[in-house]
């Protein structure tokens, strides 16, 4: 069983930043290196969104224009985790922070929710002044 479990998320003034985590457990593809990986959001009364990817090896990424230059996401398949460097945060970021690895057997980032496998329960960020 597959478990993705998000950490980091909290409460931040405008301007600030949030380092989030994703440790990844029961893979079973073996490692998360066999795994594409992403980030979503959900604000309350919208639709989930594609935050970010990367991939497999950890050399491509694709960024959602709205956090193009003050995000990055990294991983470690060493150590079965993903990171979110948030930076310059603004309350339009507020929202529940999901984590999902997808098999992806070609190794395409996808931007959407459907060509991911595995999720976690998310993490709350909030900005606010």
């Known amino acids: 069983q597959v478990q993705l479990l998000e950490s980091g998320g909290g409460f931040v003034q405008p301007g600030g930043s949030l380092r989030l985590s994703c440790a990844a457990s029961?893979?079973?593809?073996?490692?998360?290196?066999?795994?594409?990986m992403g980030w979503f959001r959900q604000a309350p009364g919208k639709e989930r969104q594609f935050v970010v990817g990367?991939?497999?090896?950890?050399?491509?990424?694709k960024y959602a224009d709205s956090v193009k230059g003050r995000f990055t996401i990294s991983r470690d398949n060493a150590k079965n985790t993903v990171y979110l460097q948030m930076n310059n945060l603004n309350p339009e970021d507020t929202a529940v922070y999901y984590c999902?690895?997808?098999?992806?057997?070609?190794?395409?980032?996808?931007?959407?929710?459907?060509?991911?496998?595995?999720w976690g329960q998310g993490t709350q960020v909030t900005v606010s002044s």
């Open positions: 990367i991939s497999k090896s950890g050399d491509n990424t």
């Open positions: 999902a690895a997808g098999r992806s057997i070609w190794g395409r980032i996808g931007t959407g929710a459907f060509e991911y496998d595995y």
């Open positions: 029961g893979l079973t593809l073996g490692s998360l290196g066999s795994y594409v």
